[in-house]
């Protein structure tokens, strides 16, 4: 019998340890149970080097105590910066898991239905949203369909997922239209924004003078119909724009990398 390995991740311990348990008394299931993110990422990490890798993970959408890596033992998986300042949730969790770990399925546990969030997290590589109070036999169709390649949701929630998602898409594809409408070099200063560079450092990094470069960050505003730096990397991100590679200058044969600070 083919054995399908769990990792419960909640910070509430109660209902971590409980699932857990609950789930190990299936014949076909191993679980584990990590309090946060950076212990779920080193548990992750520790069962693959050991040639056990999970195959579901099972991640509490209100997860608090997440970081971007670092620390003993810690994987070098990146998690993406919240859209919400202040928030703190298992979205970001599954969408570092599925950018270094894809083999692996992750299901969020909810406390309530929310369209506009299971729509976030489903973009972010999640294969399911299940509530947090629905039956083991309901959470173990979940787990199995998911490694089946199918995606869960609570009825309910069906039509709000679809309109979030359509939305979405609409706003992704008008904010596409307005980053085209850039020039080639207001996009390269625009790329330098999203990398967190200020103006002395992108005209640094594209050997021109700040005043040349605030024209453009001005022109980028105004063509994306925003007033703030923040406001046109949200916008920028939106539309797919990644941040501008780091800069290398070469030293006596050594190559340096050439940090991204803020002026």
């Known amino acids: ?33 990590a309090g946060s993110g950076p ?36 994987p070098a998986i990146s998690l993406p910066r919240q859209e919400e300042p202040g928030a703190v949730d298992g979205i970001a969790l599954v969408a570092g898991v599925r950018e270094a770990r894809p083999a692996v399925r992750s299901v969020v546990l909810a406390e309530k239905d929310d369209p506009r969030r299971a729509a976030r997290a489903l973009q972010a590589g999640a294969s399911g949203w299940v509530a947090k109070d629905c039956s083991l036999q309901r959470l173990l169709t979940v787990i199995r369909g998911v490694l089946r390649g199918e995606t869960h949701l609570p009825p309910a929630l069906l039509t709000g997922v679809l309109r979030e998602l359509t939305a979405t898409r609409k706003h992704r594809t008008e904010s596409e239209q307005l980053v085209e409408s850039l020039t080639p070099r207001e996009r390269e200063v625009l790329r330098c924004m999203v990398a967190g560079l200020g103006r002395k450092a992108v005209a640094e990094r594209l050997f021109l003078s700040p005043h040349t470069v605030r024209t453009h960050m001005q022109n980028v505003l105004g063509k994306l119909g925003v007033h ?11 539309a797919g724009v990644g941040p501008a590679e780091p800069a290398t200058v070469r030293l006596a044969g050594d190559v340096v990398e050439r940090g991204s600070q803020l002026a």
């Open 1 to 33: 019998m083919a054995r399908i390995r769990v990792l419960v991740v909640d910070d509430h311990r109660i209902f971590a340890e409980s699932l857990a348990a609950a789930l190990a008394a299936e014949p076909d299931v191993d679980v584990a149970a």
């Open 228 to 238: 703030s730096t923040l406001a046109a990397v949200a916008l920028a991100r939106r």
């Open 39 to 74: 212990a779920a990422l080193r548990a992750l990490e520790r069962a693959t080097a050991e040639g056990r890798p999970y195959d579901v993970l099972l991640v509490d959408a209100e997860l608090g105590g997440l970081t971007t890596g670092g620390g003993s033992g810690a």
